[in-house]
C-alpha cells in the first residue's frame, strides 16, 4: 500500500471522528502492522498528515490528533495605510530584544557591512497554547537606539515603527517579498510544526526619504493554516472623470526631483508625516524672517551676516513655495465658473481714472 493511501485513510477517521481531537493514535508498529507496510513507509504517510496540521508527534509519547488550527490572514501593503492588528483579546504578542551581529543575508537587506550591530526584536504570537507566527525585526544600532516596545503589539512587529518614528526616523516605503520554504530546526521547535512542513515567510524592507533601509524583517507563519492577501486600491478620480491632482509632498528625493502622493491615500500614515513637515516648514520660515528682518534693520550688519539671512530666506521661501503649490492644487475649484472674470471686473471698476481739471 502506497503512503498516500495510508495518509487519506487516516485523514478520513480523522475529519469523520473516528479519530478524536486529542487522541493518541496507535503505536507506529500497530499502525505498520495494520497497514502491512514497513515502518519508513508508515513514517512517510503520518509525516503527510502532520504537515497537514492533521496530527502532531512528540517524542517519546506517540502521534496525537491535532486540534483543528484556526486560519492566520497576512494583509500585505497595508502598513502605510493606516492598517495595525486589530487587537485581539485571544491572541498574545511577545517580544524580546536583543544586541546581535549582522549575518551575510541580513546584512544584504539592510545594505550595512557584515558583523554591523543590530537590534534584534523577536516576535512571538500565541493563541492560547498554539504559536501562531514569528517574526525577527532588525535595526541598525546607530540608526535608533535599542527600546522594548510597549502598549499593544502586532505580531508583524509594526510596533518597530513607532520607536523609529520616537528617534526621528520615518519609515515611508515598505517592499514585501513572499517565498516558501522549510522551517529550520530552531523554527520548527517554536512554532510546535514539522520540520518539513513548509513555512510562509515575508521578507521585509523598509527605507526612509533618502531611500536609506531603516528596519529589515522576517515574518515566518506556517504554511497549513495561512494565507496572504493584499489589496490594490482603484484610482480615485473626480465626476468628471479626470484624475485628482496629487499631492505635491514637502521633500525631494536625493536627486531633487519631486515626490507625490495620491490624494486617495490621504489619512494615512505618509499624509500625516507630510502635513507635521509642512508645519515644522512653515513655522521655521517665520523665525528665518524675523531673523532676517532684525538684520536688515542693522544698518551696520556686517556683509557676512547679510548673505547668511539670505541664504536662509531663501531656502524658507523654497520650503513655503512648495507648500503653497501643494495646497493650492487641491483647493476646489470654484463652483461658479464666471467667478474669476466677475472679480476682474471689479478690479477694473475700482481702478482710479483720471479727471480732467
Known amino acids: 500500500m502506497h503512503y498516500q493511501a495510508i495518509a487519506d485513510d487516516l485523514r478520513l477517521q480523522v475529519q469523520s471522528g473516528a479519530l478524536a481531537v486529542g487522541a493518541r493514535l496507535p503505536s507506529e508498529t500497530k499502525l505498520a502492522s495494520r497497514y502491512r507496510v514497513s515502518a519508513p513507509t508508515l513514517r512517510s504517510a ?13 517524542h517519546g509519547r506517540g502521534n496525537y490528533v491535532r486540534r483543528p488550527c484556526e486560519r492566520i490572514t497576512y494583509r500585505g501593503g497595508e502598513h502605510f495605510s ?7 483579546g485571544a491572541l ?22 557584515p558583523g554591523t550591530l543590530l537590534t534584534e526584536y523577536l516576535y512571538l504570537s500565541r493563541r492560547g497554547n ?13 540608526v535608533a537606539k535599542p527600546r522594548v516596545p510597549q502598549g499593544n503589539l502586532s505580531p508583524w512587529g509594526d510596533s518597530v515603527w513607532d520607536l523609529l518614528a520616537d528617534a526621528g526616523v520615518h519609515a515611508l516605503s515598505t517592499t514585501e517579498r513572499i517565498t516558501a520554504r522549510v522551517p529550520s530546526t530552531e523554527e520548527a521547535k517554536t512554532l510546535r510544526i514539522p520540520v518539513k512542513a513548509p513555512v510562509m515567510v515575508v521578507e521585509r524592507t523598509s ?29 480615485c478620480e473626480t465626476p468628471d472623470g479626470t484624475d485628482p491632482t496629487p499631492r505635491r509632498l514637502p521633500w525631494d528625493t536625493a536627486d531633487g526631483k519631486p515626490c507625490f502622493l495620491s490624494t486617495a491615500a490621504e489619512g494615512g500614515v505618509l499624509s500625516r508625516i507630510a502635513d507635521d513637515v509642512e508645519a515644522e516648514q512653515t513655522d521655521t520660515a517665520a523665525e528665518v524672517l524675523a531673523g532676517a528682518k532684525t538684520v536688515l534693520a542693522d544698518s551696520q550688519a556686517a556683509t557676512h551676516k547679510l548673505r547668511f539671512a539670505l541664504a536662509r ?13 501643494s495646497r493650492g492644487a487641491r483647493l476646489p475649484a470654484p463652483d461658479d465658473p464666471g467667478l474669476s472674470d466677475a472679480g476682474d471686473k ?9 479727471v480732467a481739471p
Not at 503527510?48 to 512528540?58: D, M, T
Not at 498554539?130 to 546607530?142: E, G, K
Open 313 to 325: 530666506v531663501t531656502e524658507s521661501l523654497g520650503d513655503v513655495l512648495r507648500v503653497a503649490q
Open 207 to 235: 527605507t526612509d526619504a533618502d531611500g536609506c533601509v531603516v528596519e529589515a524583517a522576517y515574518l515566518l507563519l506556517p504554511g497549513d493554516r495561512t494565507e496572504a492577501v493584499f489589496s490594490t486600491h482603484a484610482r
Open 346 to 354: 471689479a478690479g477694473d471698476a475700482e481702478s482710479p481714472t483720471e
Open 92 to 113: 498574545q504578542v511577545s517580544c524580546e530584544i536583543q544586541k546581535v551581529q549582522a549575518s551575510g543575508a541580513v546584512s544584504a537587506l539592510l545594505c550595512v557591512r
Open 82 to 88: 493606516g492598517f495595525r492588528a486589530a487587537a485581539d
Open 46 to 58: 503520518l509525516e503527510v498528515l502532520q504537515a497537514e496540521g492533521l496530527v502532531e508527534k512528540f
Open 130 to 142: 498554539w504559536p501562531q507566527s514569528l517574526a525577527r525585526v532588525y535595526v541598525p544600532c546607530d
